[in-house]
């Protein structure tokens, strides 16, 4: 799928710099049981669905669910040999963590946020921004609220590794917002 330019003013999703893929990345939270889910979407700079992911971390707080996810996507944007990376995440926390000296976090949180570090200084273009992951969100509480569910069968193109569910595919029940 490819966008067409007439839509891209209309949709939550801008697109990148030219030869720059995009990566957006949510996490999220239950909150009546602390269980945190991820998801994440890579598109090319045309809109064009590349892949995404989601995963369940156990239990946690918000903030350590959003590094989750945004360590999970940068580590997977890099094994799969993408070198221009825009990155977005809904956390202003996030990108305020990624630019100061943090205080308030807990010892787990504050590794991943070293482990990110380590990895925006690969040898990479690579930037972030904090945006609205409108379409990222249902994958990160999708899986978040799968515990527990057996899928009767898998989608095409879906692959369980790592507790992450791997989307090669554009999912069947996946609708961009606009």
């Keep these: 799928m490819v966008l067409d330019s007439s ?7 801008k697109i990148p710099p030219m030869g720059f893929s995009k990566l957006n990345v949510d996490g999220s939270l239950h909150s009546s049981d602390g269980s945190m889910g991820s998801g994440g979407v890579l598109r090319s700079s045309t809109g064009a ?11 946690g707080n918000v903030v350590h669910a959003e ?3 945004l360590r ?3 580590l997977h944007v890099w094994d799969t040999g993408f070198r ?8 202003l926390e996030v990108i305020h963590l990624l630019q ?8 787990g949180s504050l590794l991943l946020l070293d482990e990110i570090r380590e990895l925006l200084r690969r040898p990479w273009e690579v930037y972030g921004q904090r945006s609205r992951n409108r379409d990222v969100i249902k994958y990160a ?12 069968e898998n989608d ?8 992450l569910t791997d989307y090669r595919e554009t999912p069947k029940n996946y609708r961009r917002k606009g």
């Design 7 to 13: 839509l891209l003013g209309k949709l939550w999703w």
């Design 49 to 59: 669905w590349i892949w995404g992911f989601s995963g369940f971390h156990g239990t």
């Design 67 to 69: 590094l989750l996810a």
């Design 72 to 74: 999970i996507g940068l």
């Design 84 to 91: 221009r990376i825009h990155y977005e995440t809904d956390s």
């Design 100 to 107: 100061n000296n943090p205080s308030l976090l807990d010892a």
């Design 141 to 152: 509480n999708e899986h978040r609220e799968s515990i527990g569910q057996e899928e009767e």
């Design 156 to 163: 095409r193109g879906k692959e369980q590794r790592r507790g």
